[in-house]
């Protein structure tokens, strides 16, 4: 039976009020360029939030770059501390602001306050962006008319509707998944998507992986002879968010739904960061950030950034005045340009983004690419894996194989797999281990892993 059960579409009146109060403010925030928005972010921070009121005790009457240049970078530790960067006075109320707790996959969670400019930043912004570059899939909206579909893996998450003012007034429907107490009420969620035009699919690439997973496993729903229900969940489109977005399982999304795959670059922390260009010339920077590179230093400073290059990816939030966060290092490696792209956008773009993925293995005296590693495990049957390497420098592989298979297939998979990883790592040792399911951390999933990090394999399970 389907339980999958929606309110009314009577929206409470209060949401859309936050929704548009969110829009106004954070359009107001991003008056003038980049540059400008950012000195007037500190022009507040300065009398308003305590930290940030240390550096400049006397207010200065004109805010200059040079200004910028000293503050400190700020670092997930510094987070840790909302309170002393939260801004108060007029304009604070509680009542308007939102404490959001990151779901972290490193074990250091963090409580970012967030006001209506930087809640519509961190939720509603993504839709708006995408929807820009997609005309075809904005041409596809109605008001009152389901426009995206939200997979919410929170915990405790109720079925919610949220109008999208930026899109045509179209509804977001966000429906709990990967329900801990019942998997029967994820084959519900199945069901019900598949009698739906969804013009937008969004979630996390590990929980659409598994909705994936059961549509391919879910027959045709008895009795029933809507299109819909019988071939499959069929979006018009897919947007992935909130971790990276591997490329084999780009490749099985898109040849499952028939639609094509989008990744955001978004954080708790810094909003919409990037999206991803539907020419694929990298993710275009959103004006709702400014954004730099750190480039090789291990202790960076604010007269190391720079606009184009390859380093740690460094951020200044523009949207969210509640807490201000002015030069954020957000711990992922990539490379900026300045590009004039066929989509029609032009500035920023993140042309690579490797994230915080391992980029390479150090066996011996030797440095062995992951990128390298993940290619060659492309030639395999394998749904999914992941591969951590112990201080001992010896290796698990863990492996999810394509398909139902035999025992002695499983085995033959195992030996391909340890052979593949030996070819590239040298003499070694590699234990493979087959498994049901890769477990990941909040709906994150990271391929390759070192007791480097032992903090996180601690998380992982290991």
């Known amino acids: 039976m389907n339980t999958v059960q929606l309110e009314d579409p009577e929206f409470a009146e209060e949401d859309l009020r936050i929704a548009v109060h969110g829009a106004t403010q954070m359009q107001q925030r991003l008056r003038g360029d980049a540059s400008h928005a950012e000195l007037e972010l500190l022009r507040f921070a300065a009398m308003r939030s305590a930290f940030y009121s240390a550096y400049f005790p006397s207010v200065s009457r004109v805010w200059t770059p040079r200004h910028l240049e000293r503050l400190p970078l700020l670092d997930r530790s510094a987070l840790a501390d909302a309170e002393k960067l939260r801004a108060s006075g007029p304009g604070m109320d509680d009542?308007?602001?939102?404490?959001?707790?990151s779901s972290s996959s490193t074990g250091r969670p963090v409580t970012v306050y967030s006001d209506l400019g930087g809640f519509y930043s961190g939720g509603y912004a993504v839709y708006d962006a995408f929807m820009e570059l997609r005309p075809d899939i904005r041409a596809l909206l109605a008001a009152g008319k389901t426009g995206a579909v939200f997979l919410n893996d929170r915990p405790g998450g109720a079925h919610r509707s949220y109008m999208l003012p930026g899109c045509r007034g179209s509804i977001l429907r966000s429906i709990p998944f990967r329900h801990e107490r019942s998997r029967e009420q994820d084959r519900d969620v199945v069901r019900w998507m598949r009698g739906q035009k969804i013009p937008l699919l969004v979630g996390k690439p590990w929980y659409l992986m598994r909705l994936m997973a059961i549509d391919q496993t879910l027959g045709p729903l008895p009795g029933s002879y809507r299109e819909g229900a019988c071939r499959g969940i069929r979006p018009a489109a897919i947007l992935c968010v909130g971790s990276e977005l591997f490329l084999d399982y780009r490749e099985r999304l898109e040849a499952w739904f028939r639609c094509t795959v989008t990744s955001a670059y978004m954080s708790v922390e810094g909003g919409l960061i990037a999206i991803e260009c539907p020419e694929k010339n990298g993710f275009h920077v959103s004006p709702t950030v400014r954004a730099w590179v750190a480039p090789g230093s291990e202790a960076p400073t604010s007269q190391d950034l720079e606009e184009e290059g390859e380093g740690e990816l460094v951020i200044s939030n523009l949207a969210n005045w509640a807490m201000p966060i002015l030069r954020y290092r957000t711990g992922d490696w990539g490379e900026i340009r300045n590009i004039d792209c066929p989509c029609g956008f032009s500035g920023q773009s993140v042309v690579r983004l490797t994230g915080r993925a391992l980029r390479y293995f150090r066996v011996g005296d030797r440095l062995v690419s992951t990128e390298s590693l993940a290619r060659a495990m492309r030639t395999l049957p394998l749904l999914d894996y992941q591969v951590v390497q112990y201080e001992d420098e010896s290796f698990d592989a863990r492996f999810v194989p394509d398909g139902p298979v035999s025992d002695g297939l499983v085995s033959g998979i195992g030996e391909q797999?340890?052979?593949?990883?030996?070819?590239?790592?040298?003499?070694?040792?590699?234990?493979?281990?087959?498994?049901?399911e890769i477990p990941s951390v909040a709906g994150k999933l990271r391929r390759f892993m070192s007791a480097q990090d032992p903090g996180f394999l601690k998380i992982q399970g290991f």
């Open 417 to 436: 797999l340890g052979s593949v990883l030996r070819s590239q790592l040298g003499a070694a040792r590699v234990r493979c281990i087959e498994l049901d």
């Open 95 to 101: 009542a308007w602001v939102l404490g959001i707790r």
